[in-house]
């Protein structure tokens, strides 16, 4: 997928873990970046040690600044999200408020909305906002193959890639 053949409005993409939908994201945030076009949204890349996932950053996309968003625990809470990952809540603030100062733009990317979002109403919930005011001319969202029809009641006009397929 290139930008260049991402429709308008509001796109969600979908897949299985390790298909590569964030890199897809980073790929196209750097293609619309070098066309000098206005990039906004946040993406979370895995963090590897020795071939194992051990945490989450997020990167706001038109700055490239990066934090640490979450680091792997083990714990049976029952909620299988925080189960796995202790989140930092003061760089969920830091992203919220990244996500708050969004203007228009070009593009706009959200790598992910997920459980912590769709079930727990916590994590990146001004992302939102944003989708749904449509500040932007094309919009990626990052949505696992699992919730994708909660993502599809709240945006049942979405452009959906499945990669997957």
Do not use: Y
Not at 8 to 28: E, M, N, P, V
Not at 43 to 68: M, Q, Y
Not at 81 to 102: A, Q, R, Y
Not at 116 to 125: C, H, I, V
Request: net charge negative.
């Amino acid at each position: 997928m290139n930008l260049m053949d991402l429709p308008g409005g509001i796109t969600i993409l979908t897949g299985g873990r390790g298909i590569g939908k964030t890199r897809t994201c980073q790929r196209l945030a750097d293609e619309a970046l070098k066309a000098g076009l206005k990039v906004t949204g946040l993406i979370c890349p895995a963090v590897f040690e020795n071939g194992e996932k051990t945490g989450i950053d997020v990167v706001n996309v038109s700055t490239g600044e990066s934090r640490l968003l979450a680091c792997k625990v083990n714990r049976q809470s029952g909620f299988e999200v925080t189960d796995h990952w202790d989140f930092f809540p003061e760089v969920l603030e830091w992203g919220n408020n990244i996500l708050s100062d969004v203007k228009d733009s070009d593009l706009f990317l959200m790598d992910e909305l997920g459980p912590l979002e769709f079930d727990q109403q916590q994590g990146w919930m001004k992302a939102f906002d944003v989708i749904n005011s449509l500040l932007f001319k094309k919009a990626v969202v990052v949505i696992r193959p699992e919730l994708l029809e909660k993502a599809r009641m709240l945006w049942p006009d979405a452009n959906l890639i499945n990669m997957n397929t």
